[in-house]
Protein backbone atom coordinates (compact mmCIF):
# COMPACT_ATOMS: atom_id res chain seq x y z
CA UNK A 1 0.00 0.00 0.00
CA UNK A 2 1.56 2.99 -1.43
CA UNK A 3 0.24 6.95 0.66
CA UNK A 4 1.26 10.03 -0.38
CA UNK A 5 1.51 12.91 2.43
CA UNK A 6 1.51 16.14 1.58
CA UNK A 7 2.80 18.99 3.66
CA UNK A 8 5.35 21.39 3.94
CA UNK A 9 6.86 20.70 6.93
CA UNK A 10 9.01 17.50 7.38
CA UNK A 11 12.29 16.63 8.95
CA UNK A 12 14.66 17.88 9.80
CA UNK A 13 12.14 20.92 10.10
CA UNK A 14 11.59 21.49 13.55
CA UNK A 15 7.82 22.66 13.29
CA UNK A 16 5.17 20.66 15.76
CA UNK A 17 3.54 18.99 12.15
CA UNK A 18 6.20 18.62 10.21
CA UNK A 19 7.58 16.45 13.45
CA UNK A 20 4.37 14.63 14.16
CA UNK A 21 4.14 13.56 10.33
CA UNK A 22 8.01 12.69 10.34
CA UNK A 23 7.08 10.34 13.16
CA UNK A 24 3.57 8.85 11.56
CA UNK A 25 4.97 8.15 8.37
CA UNK A 26 8.18 6.61 9.39
CA UNK A 27 6.05 4.32 11.76
CA UNK A 28 3.63 3.36 8.99
CA UNK A 29 6.57 2.00 7.09
CA UNK A 30 8.67 0.86 9.87
CA UNK A 31 5.41 -0.80 12.02
CA UNK A 32 2.59 -1.18 9.68
CA UNK A 33 4.48 -2.11 6.21
CA UNK A 34 3.64 1.03 3.81
CA UNK A 35 5.03 2.43 1.24
CA UNK A 36 5.52 6.31 1.88
CA UNK A 37 5.84 9.30 0.00
CA UNK A 38 5.82 13.01 1.62
CA UNK A 39 6.01 15.76 -0.82
CA UNK A 40 7.56 18.27 1.59
CA UNK A 41 9.58 21.42 1.37
CA UNK A 42 12.77 22.71 2.20
CA UNK A 43 13.36 23.57 5.81
CA UNK A 44 13.00 27.65 6.76
CA UNK A 45 15.84 27.76 9.69
CA UNK A 46 18.44 25.06 8.36
CA UNK A 47 21.72 25.95 6.50
CA UNK A 48 21.68 21.35 5.45
CA UNK A 49 22.43 21.04 2.15
CA UNK A 50 19.12 18.40 1.16
CA UNK A 51 18.50 16.58 -2.06
CA UNK A 52 15.38 16.88 -3.80
CA UNK A 53 14.30 13.08 -3.74
CA UNK A 54 15.96 10.63 -0.81
CA UNK A 55 14.82 8.23 1.24
CA UNK A 56 15.13 8.43 5.17
CA UNK A 57 14.15 5.54 7.36
CA UNK A 58 12.20 3.82 4.64
CA UNK A 59 10.14 7.03 3.46
CA UNK A 60 10.35 8.82 -0.01
CA UNK A 61 11.11 12.70 0.54
CA UNK A 62 10.46 14.36 -2.44
CA UNK A 63 11.14 18.34 -1.74
CA UNK A 64 9.13 21.26 -3.53
CA UNK A 65 11.49 23.58 -4.21
CA UNK A 66 10.08 26.65 -2.48
CA UNK A 67 11.55 29.44 -1.00
CA UNK A 68 12.98 29.43 2.10
CA UNK A 69 12.88 33.12 3.33
CA UNK A 70 12.26 34.20 6.89
CA UNK A 71 8.73 33.51 7.77
CA UNK A 72 7.99 36.51 10.36
CA UNK A 73 7.30 38.92 7.68
CA UNK A 74 3.76 37.93 5.77
CA UNK A 75 5.87 38.90 2.67
CA UNK A 76 8.22 35.81 3.48
CA UNK A 77 5.35 33.87 4.40
CA UNK A 78 3.70 34.00 1.33
CA UNK A 79 6.04 33.67 -0.78
CA UNK A 80 6.98 30.48 1.01
CA UNK A 81 3.36 29.05 0.98
CA UNK A 82 3.23 30.18 -3.04
CA UNK A 83 6.37 28.87 -4.52
CA UNK A 84 5.97 25.61 -2.59
CA UNK A 85 2.39 24.97 -3.18
CA UNK A 86 3.18 25.56 -7.10
CA UNK A 87 6.10 23.08 -6.68
CA UNK A 88 4.67 20.49 -4.87
CA UNK A 89 1.62 20.60 -7.46
CA UNK A 90 4.08 20.12 -10.13
CA UNK A 91 5.48 16.94 -8.28
CA UNK A 92 2.71 15.84 -7.05
CA UNK A 93 1.29 15.22 -10.64
CA UNK A 94 4.87 12.89 -11.20
CA UNK A 95 5.16 11.39 -7.89
CA UNK A 96 4.47 6.95 -8.43
CA UNK A 97 0.65 6.04 -8.37
CA UNK A 98 -0.37 6.11 -4.67
CA UNK A 99 -3.04 4.05 -2.91
CA UNK A 100 -4.60 7.05 -1.04
CA UNK A 101 -3.37 10.69 -1.00
CA UNK A 102 -3.68 12.71 2.64
CA UNK A 103 -3.13 16.36 2.44
CA UNK A 104 -2.11 18.06 5.89
CA UNK A 105 -2.81 21.94 6.37
CA UNK A 106 0.69 23.74 6.05
CA UNK A 107 0.24 25.58 3.75
CA UNK A 108 -3.63 25.94 3.91
CA UNK A 109 -4.30 25.77 0.23
CA UNK A 110 -1.74 22.31 -0.37
CA UNK A 111 -4.79 20.24 -0.09
CA UNK A 112 -5.80 21.88 -3.65
CA UNK A 113 -2.22 20.18 -4.55
CA UNK A 114 -3.42 16.78 -2.87
CA UNK A 115 -6.28 16.60 -4.55
CA UNK A 116 -5.05 16.98 -8.30
CA UNK A 117 -2.68 14.18 -7.36
CA UNK A 118 -5.09 12.01 -6.27
CA UNK A 119 -7.64 12.79 -8.90
CA UNK A 120 -4.81 11.97 -11.70
CA UNK A 121 -3.87 8.60 -10.37
CA UNK A 122 -7.69 7.57 -9.09
CA UNK A 123 -6.63 7.62 -5.65
CA UNK A 124 -8.73 8.68 -3.01
CA UNK A 125 -8.25 11.84 -1.01
CA UNK A 126 -7.86 11.89 2.50
CA UNK A 127 -8.08 15.65 4.49
CA UNK A 128 -6.12 15.90 7.75
CA UNK A 129 -6.52 19.05 9.83
CA UNK A 130 -3.77 20.27 11.90
CA UNK A 131 -5.69 23.58 11.58
CA UNK A 132 -8.89 24.73 10.28
CA UNK A 133 -8.54 27.89 7.58
CA UNK A 134 -9.40 30.71 8.00
CA UNK A 135 -9.67 30.90 11.61
CA UNK A 136 -6.43 30.68 12.14
CA UNK A 137 -5.37 33.63 10.04
CA UNK A 138 -6.81 35.82 12.38
CA UNK A 139 -3.59 35.40 14.33
CA UNK A 140 -1.83 36.84 11.76
CA UNK A 141 -0.29 40.37 13.22
CA UNK A 142 0.99 41.82 10.17
CA UNK A 143 -1.62 41.03 7.26
CA UNK A 144 -4.98 40.85 7.43
CA UNK A 145 -7.19 40.54 3.97
CA UNK A 146 -11.44 40.02 4.08
CA UNK A 147 -10.80 38.69 0.31
CA UNK A 148 -7.89 36.32 1.72
CA UNK A 149 -10.18 35.10 4.05
CA UNK A 150 -12.82 34.20 2.09
CA UNK A 151 -10.40 32.48 -0.39
CA UNK A 152 -9.46 30.56 2.25
CA UNK A 153 -13.35 29.35 3.62
CA UNK A 154 -13.92 28.46 -0.07
CA UNK A 155 -10.73 26.71 -0.25
CA UNK A 156 -11.55 24.89 2.93
CA UNK A 157 -15.31 24.30 2.49
CA UNK A 158 -14.56 22.64 -0.87
CA UNK A 159 -11.59 20.61 0.18
CA UNK A 160 -13.76 19.23 3.28
CA UNK A 161 -16.48 18.20 0.50
CA UNK A 162 -14.11 16.35 -1.75
CA UNK A 163 -12.43 14.10 0.74
CA UNK A 164 -13.21 10.43 0.97
CA UNK A 165 -12.21 10.82 4.83
CA UNK A 166 -11.39 14.46 7.19
CA UNK A 167 -9.59 13.57 9.83
CA UNK A 168 -10.29 15.94 13.31
CA UNK A 169 -7.83 16.19 16.43
CA UNK A 170 -10.70 16.32 18.60
CA UNK A 171 -14.06 16.40 19.39
CA UNK A 172 -14.44 20.13 19.43
CA UNK A 173 -12.49 20.31 16.42
CA UNK A 174 -15.24 18.09 14.38
CA UNK A 175 -17.77 20.41 15.48
CA UNK A 176 -15.99 23.24 14.09
CA UNK A 177 -16.25 21.15 10.58
CA UNK A 178 -19.00 20.15 10.57
CA UNK A 179 -20.83 23.34 11.40
CA UNK A 180 -18.63 25.56 9.83
CA UNK A 181 -17.44 23.75 6.99
CA UNK A 182 -20.38 21.95 5.80
CA UNK A 183 -17.81 18.47 6.49
CA UNK A 184 -20.66 15.33 6.77
CA UNK A 185 -20.25 14.47 10.22
CA UNK A 186 -20.02 10.45 8.88
CA UNK A 187 -16.83 11.47 7.05
CA UNK A 188 -15.12 12.79 9.89
CA UNK A 189 -12.81 10.32 12.12
CA UNK A 190 -11.04 11.94 15.13
CA UNK A 191 -7.62 10.86 15.63
CA UNK A 192 -5.63 12.99 18.05
CA UNK A 193 -2.10 13.45 17.96
CA UNK A 194 0.08 11.65 20.42
CA UNK A 195 3.44 11.58 22.85
CA UNK A 196 6.17 8.78 22.71
CA UNK A 197 5.70 7.55 25.85
CA UNK A 198 8.91 5.32 25.90
CA UNK A 199 10.74 8.64 25.11
CA UNK A 200 8.51 11.03 27.33
CA UNK A 201 7.89 9.46 30.76
CA UNK A 202 8.64 10.83 34.33
CA UNK A 203 11.98 11.31 35.53
CA UNK A 204 13.80 12.73 38.49
CA UNK A 205 13.32 16.81 38.62
CA UNK A 206 17.28 16.50 40.08
CA UNK A 207 18.87 15.66 36.23
CA UNK A 208 21.63 17.07 34.61
CA UNK A 209 19.27 19.77 32.72
CA UNK A 210 17.90 21.09 35.97
CA UNK A 211 21.24 21.45 37.88
CA UNK A 212 22.72 23.09 34.57
CA UNK A 213 20.33 25.87 34.64
CA UNK A 214 20.40 26.09 38.63
CA UNK A 215 16.79 24.76 38.88
CA UNK A 216 16.91 21.74 40.90
CA UNK A 217 15.79 23.63 44.05
CA UNK A 218 13.32 25.92 43.06
CA UNK A 219 9.92 25.47 41.98
CA UNK A 220 9.57 25.36 38.31
CA UNK A 221 6.30 26.42 36.15
CA UNK A 222 7.26 25.63 32.58
CA UNK A 223 5.81 26.09 28.85
CA UNK A 224 7.89 23.89 26.66
CA UNK A 225 7.67 23.98 22.71
CA UNK A 226 6.64 26.58 20.27
CA UNK A 227 6.85 30.41 21.46
CA UNK A 228 4.27 31.24 18.23
CA UNK A 229 1.60 33.64 17.77
CA UNK A 230 -1.59 30.65 18.89
CA UNK A 231 -0.97 31.38 22.51
CA UNK A 232 -1.23 34.17 24.73
CA UNK A 233 2.14 34.05 26.43
CA UNK A 234 1.73 37.49 28.03
CA UNK A 235 0.05 36.27 30.76
CA UNK A 236 2.76 34.37 32.44
CA UNK A 237 5.38 37.27 32.44
CA UNK A 238 1.97 38.62 34.42
CA UNK A 239 1.58 36.08 36.79
CA UNK A 240 5.95 35.95 37.11
CA UNK A 241 5.20 40.38 37.68
CA UNK A 242 2.87 38.72 40.55
CA UNK A 243 5.01 36.79 42.19
CA UNK A 244 8.11 38.98 42.03
CA UNK A 245 8.89 38.15 46.23
CA UNK A 246 8.45 34.22 45.72
CA UNK A 247 11.80 33.59 44.47
CA UNK A 248 11.34 30.29 44.93
CA UNK A 249 8.90 30.03 42.07
CA UNK A 250 10.20 30.49 38.62
CA UNK A 251 8.86 30.52 35.00
CA UNK A 252 10.76 28.93 32.24
CA UNK A 253 10.14 28.87 28.72
CA UNK A 254 11.76 26.07 26.68
CA UNK A 255 11.88 26.44 22.74
CA UNK A 256 11.26 29.21 20.46
CA UNK A 257 8.86 30.77 17.83
CA UNK A 258 7.60 34.03 16.63
CA UNK A 259 6.75 35.69 19.81
CA UNK A 260 9.58 34.41 21.56
CA UNK A 261 11.92 37.84 21.05
CA UNK A 262 8.91 39.61 22.14
CA UNK A 263 8.45 38.17 25.57
CA UNK A 264 11.79 38.30 25.88
CA UNK A 265 11.81 42.50 25.27
CA UNK A 266 8.86 42.86 28.07
CA UNK A 267 10.77 40.67 30.28
CA UNK A 268 13.76 42.28 30.10
CA UNK A 269 12.02 45.50 29.95
CA UNK A 270 10.07 44.58 33.43
CA UNK A 271 13.49 43.14 35.27
CA UNK A 272 11.70 39.43 35.72
CA UNK A 273 14.67 37.87 37.07
CA UNK A 274 12.06 34.68 37.72
CA UNK A 275 11.51 34.18 33.88
CA UNK A 276 14.15 32.18 32.11
CA UNK A 277 14.05 31.70 28.33
CA UNK A 278 16.56 28.60 27.14
CA UNK A 279 16.78 26.96 23.44
CA UNK A 280 14.91 24.53 21.72
CA UNK A 281 15.96 21.09 22.98
CA UNK A 282 17.11 18.60 21.14
CA UNK A 283 14.55 15.44 21.21
CA UNK A 284 17.30 12.89 23.42
CA UNK A 285 17.13 15.62 26.27
CA UNK A 286 13.26 16.52 26.07
CA UNK A 287 12.21 14.45 28.64
CA UNK A 288 14.90 16.15 31.36
CA UNK A 289 13.60 19.49 30.34
CA UNK A 290 9.92 18.13 31.29
CA UNK A 291 10.87 16.27 33.97
CA UNK A 292 12.54 19.68 35.29
CA UNK A 293 9.07 21.36 35.89
CA UNK A 294 7.32 20.46 38.77
CA UNK A 295 4.06 22.37 36.87
CA UNK A 296 3.36 22.92 32.85
CA UNK A 297 1.79 25.66 31.39
CA UNK A 298 -0.57 25.58 28.54
CA UNK A 299 -2.47 28.41 26.55
CA UNK A 300 -4.34 29.78 23.76
CA UNK A 301 -5.98 32.64 22.43
CA UNK A 302 -9.42 32.79 23.06
CA UNK A 303 -11.90 31.89 20.15
CA UNK A 304 -9.43 29.11 19.00
CA UNK A 305 -10.90 26.40 20.77
CA UNK A 306 -11.42 23.51 18.11
CA UNK A 307 -9.23 25.42 15.51
CA UNK A 308 -6.02 24.08 17.01
CA UNK A 309 -5.02 22.04 19.09
CA UNK A 310 -2.07 22.35 20.84
CA UNK A 311 0.22 18.86 20.39
CA UNK A 312 2.50 19.91 23.63
CA UNK A 313 -0.56 18.77 26.05
CA UNK A 314 0.06 15.09 25.28
CA UNK A 315 4.08 15.20 25.96
CA UNK A 316 3.20 17.45 29.38
CA UNK A 317 1.02 14.22 30.07
CA UNK A 318 3.48 11.40 29.65
CA UNK A 319 5.82 13.97 31.57
CA UNK A 320 3.82 12.71 35.28
CA UNK A 321 3.25 16.40 35.68
CA UNK A 322 0.34 18.05 36.54
CA UNK A 323 -0.24 21.49 34.45
CA UNK A 324 -2.25 24.93 34.28
CA UNK A 325 -4.00 25.32 31.03
CA UNK A 326 -5.50 28.79 30.17
CA UNK A 327 -7.67 27.89 27.65
CA UNK A 328 -11.15 27.91 27.07
CA UNK A 329 -13.29 25.16 28.73
CA UNK A 330 -14.95 24.05 25.46
CA UNK A 331 -11.73 22.54 23.96
CA UNK A 332 -10.09 18.81 23.87
CA UNK A 333 -7.13 20.57 26.31
CA UNK A 334 -9.78 21.26 29.05
CA UNK A 335 -11.63 17.89 28.31
CA UNK A 336 -8.42 15.90 29.06
CA UNK A 337 -7.60 17.57 31.82
CA UNK A 338 -10.66 17.86 33.55
CA UNK A 339 -12.15 14.02 32.99
CA UNK A 340 -8.66 12.81 34.03
CA UNK A 341 -8.37 15.41 36.91
CA UNK A 342 -4.77 15.95 36.32
CA UNK A 343 -4.04 19.98 36.64
CA UNK A 344 -6.36 23.19 36.19
CA UNK A 345 -8.10 24.51 33.78
CA UNK A 346 -7.56 28.63 34.16
CA UNK A 347 -9.25 31.75 31.37
CA UNK A 348 -7.77 32.99 28.54
CA UNK A 349 -5.67 35.74 29.37
CA UNK A 350 -6.07 35.06 33.42
CA UNK A 351 -3.02 35.71 34.46
CA UNK A 352 -4.59 36.62 38.48
CA UNK A 353 -6.19 32.59 38.13
CA UNK A 354 -3.28 31.29 36.53
CA UNK A 355 -0.61 32.72 39.38
CA UNK A 356 -3.04 31.20 41.68
CA UNK A 357 -3.17 27.85 40.91
CA UNK A 358 1.15 27.67 40.98
CA UNK A 359 0.87 28.93 43.95
CA UNK A 360 -1.60 26.43 45.30
CA UNK A 361 0.32 23.36 43.71
CA UNK A 362 3.06 24.87 45.00
CA UNK A 363 2.19 25.01 48.47
CA UNK A 364 0.75 21.35 48.57
CA UNK A 365 2.75 18.90 46.63
CA UNK A 366 1.45 15.76 47.14
CA UNK A 367 -1.89 17.16 45.82
CA UNK A 368 0.44 18.01 42.21
CA UNK A 369 1.93 14.76 42.35
CA UNK A 370 -1.34 12.95 42.57
CA UNK A 371 -1.78 14.90 39.56
CA UNK A 372 1.03 14.31 37.79
CA UNK A 373 0.51 10.18 38.36
CA UNK A 374 -2.83 10.80 36.85
CA UNK A 375 -2.11 12.69 33.66
CA UNK A 376 0.79 10.15 33.19
CA UNK A 377 -1.76 7.69 33.51
CA UNK A 378 -3.63 9.78 30.55
CA UNK A 379 -0.83 9.92 28.57
CA UNK A 380 -1.18 6.38 27.33
CA UNK A 381 -4.35 6.67 25.62
CA UNK A 382 -2.66 8.85 23.68
CA UNK A 383 1.06 7.16 23.14
CA UNK A 384 2.21 7.23 19.95
CA UNK A 385 2.10 3.61 18.60
CA UNK A 386 -1.66 3.64 19.49
CA UNK A 387 -2.52 6.44 17.46
CA UNK A 388 -0.26 5.64 14.65
CA UNK A 389 -2.21 2.26 14.39
CA UNK A 390 -5.46 4.66 14.26
CA UNK A 391 -4.32 5.91 10.89
CA UNK A 392 -3.02 3.00 9.93
CA UNK A 393 -6.68 1.40 10.20
CA UNK A 394 -8.45 4.72 8.32
CA UNK A 395 -6.21 5.00 5.45
CA UNK A 396 -6.07 1.32 4.92
CA UNK A 397 -10.35 1.36 5.20
CA UNK A 398 -10.05 4.08 2.54
CA UNK A 399 -8.20 2.74 0.07
CA UNK A 400 -9.52 -0.67 -0.06
CA UNK A 401 -13.25 1.11 -0.64
CA UNK A 402 -11.18 2.93 -3.71
Not at 234 to 243: C, G, K, T
Request: proline share 5%; glycine share 6%.
Amino acid sequence: MHACFFNRSYWPDLGATGQLLTELAEDLVRTHGWDVTVVAGYPLRSNATLPASEWRNGVHIVRAAGSTLDPKQFAGRATNYLTYFASAAFNGLRIRKPDVVVALTDPPIIGLAALAAARKSGAPFVFLCEDIFPEVATLLEDFHSGAVNDALTQVNRFLVRKARRIIALGDTMKRRLVEGKGADPAKVAVIHNWADCSAVAPGPRDNPFARRHGLVDRFVALHAGNIGLSQELEIVLHAAEQLRDRPDIVFVFVGDGAKKKDLQDIAQRRDLRNVIFLPYQPREEMDQSYATADVSLISLKRGLAGVIVPSKVYNVLASGRPCVAAVEGDCEVADIIERADCGYVVGPGDATALRARVVELAANRDRAAAMGARARDAALAFDRPRQVAAYDALLREVAARC
